[in-house]
């Protein structure tokens, strides 16, 4: 039997990127079925008086330079500091949703992290951004119509609610049931909970 997991992310967060691609390594372990919810972070970080560790300049270095990449090497994931970081990320958790509804959302998501966290690119840059989701075969003028539209900007605004709604105050949150795990330095414990189901 499966256990269902509800990941929320914003792809302008290091450490979502790495639960991404750390969940990704568990539920080829276990019976894990992932339930991705993209959020927008500063939407959340507005409704619930939260900042950014990168607003913290000490705590912005330590991240940075120790903590993230020490994760990276522990779960086997390329990891770069991005100098472009913190991008704007509304366009992208559009581009989220447009990708979920168009059937390319498992690409769109590797394309978008590898382009921000491996690569350093600054996906702020609309051109930049349909350069390298063209080059991960994604029909970027469908994808960037659909993305403008009221339904799935609406769609983002009452995720982003939702989110609030169930106690998160940042990114990656992930749920097992009503058991909530805020922070990818936190997936001892749900893999834990994966190995006594």
């Known amino acids: 039997m499966n256990t269902e997991i509800d990941f929320y992310f914003d792809f302008g967060s290091p450490t979502s990127y790495l639960a991404y691609y750390r969940l990704q390594q568990l539920s080829r372990q276990h019976a894990l079925h992932i339930h991705y919810k993209p959020v927008l972070l500063g939407g959340i970080f507005k409704q619930t008086d939260n900042a950014s560790p990168a607003m913290i300049p000490a705590k912005a270095r330590y991240m940075m330079q120790h903590d993230l990449p020490r994760f990276a090497k522990r779960y086997d994931v390329d990891f770069k500091l991005n100098p472009y970081f913190p991008i704007n990320t509304l366009p992208l958790m559009r581009g989220a949703l447009a990708a979920e509804k168009s059937g390319c959302f498992d690409r769109y998501c590797q394309v978008v992290f590898t382009a921000i966290w491996q690569k350093g690119l600054n996906l702020g840059d609309m051109d930049i951004l349909a350069r390298e989701l063209a080059a991960g075969d994604i029909d970027v003028?469908?994808?960037?119509?659909?993305?403008?539209?009221n339904e799935i900007k609406q769609a983002l605004i009452r995720f982003t609610d939702e989110a609030v709604a169930r106690g998160l105050?940042?990114?990656p949150t992930m749920f097992i049931g009503n058991d909530m795990y805020f922070g990818q330095d936190?997936?001892?414990f749900i893999e834990?909970?994966?190995?006594t189901r």
Do not use: I, K, P, Y
């Not at 003028?141 to 539209?149: E, I, K, R, V």
């Open 186 to 188: 936190r997936l001892d």
């Open 141 to 149: 003028n469908t994808l960037m119509a659909l993305s403008q539209g």
């Open 192 to 195: 834990e909970t994966l190995t």
């Open 169 to 171: 105050f940042g990114v």
